[in-house]
T-cell receptor
């Protein structure tokens, strides 16, 4: 069955450093991958989308890579700030799935001042 | 705000109660979703509606009954729930058709079944 694994442990980093979160998947060939941010007590909020034919996407301090050979996506936050502390979810989708996404369990990021 | 509202935000119910969760989207989307989120687990897709028609029922127990009267409103009717049904229930919407649908989530209903 399809499986998505994100960093199982919470990630604690110092302000100003780069946070790197991983998303690995098996038994699936996604056409695209999305990253969401979720704050406590709130629903996930979309951040970035990357397609299978794209290696890298950037948005401000965020960078996402997608390696379909390794079946992995990396999500980077550069110059991290305490306000970046949240849980980050990756989600996989395919064009024949009617908008259905498969989510990972999320990685909790804590940025200390 | 994401344009998706959910009520109530918190709900405590006994196993014999009947309650309903409500979701409304103000984005003009044509697809709506119910998810269950338990601690440290991935979001579990429960139901999908496209243009008011149910297109996915992810083997959800019959004690959860969805209703989609129009493309802006989605309900989840609950009856005779079990304690293991306690979780955060999230509603989302998207615009089907472009092939890379971003989902917009509501804030969720935190449900506790006693």
């Amino acid at each position: 069955s399809q499986k998505i694994e994100q960093n199982s442990e919470a990630l604690n980093i110092q302000e100003g450093k780069t946070a790197t979160l991983t998303c690995n998947y098996t038994n699936y060939s996604p056409a695209y991958l999305q990253w969401y941010r979720q704050d406590p007590g709130r629903g996930p909020v979309f951040l970035l989308l990357i397609r299978e034919n794209e290696k890298e996407k950037r948005k401000e301090r965020l960078k996402v890579t997608f390696d379909t050979t390794l079946k992995q996506s990396l999500f980077h936050i550069t110059a991290s700030q305490p306000a970046d502390s949240a849980t980050y979810l990756c989600a996989l989708g395919a064009y024949n799935q009617g908008g259905k996404l498969i989510f990972g369990q999320g990685t909790e990021l804590s940025v200390k001042p | 705000e994401t344009g998706v509202t959910q009520t109530p935000r918190h709900l405590v119910m006994g196993m014999t109660n009947k309650k309903s969760l409500k979701c409304e989207q103000h984005l003009g989307h044509n697809a709506m979703y119910w998810y269950k989120q338990s601690a440290k687990k991935p979001l579990e897709l429960m139901f999908v509606y496209n243009f008011k028609e149910q297109t996915e029922n992810n083997s959800v127990p019959s004690r959860f009954s969805p209703e989609c009267p129009n493309s802006s409103h989605l309900f989840l009717h609950l009856h005779t729930l079990q304690p293991e049904d306690s979780a955060l229930y999230l509603c989302a919407s998207s615009q089907e058709g472009r092939g890379e649908e971003t989902q917009y989530f509501g804030p969720g209903t935190r449900l506790l079944v006693l």
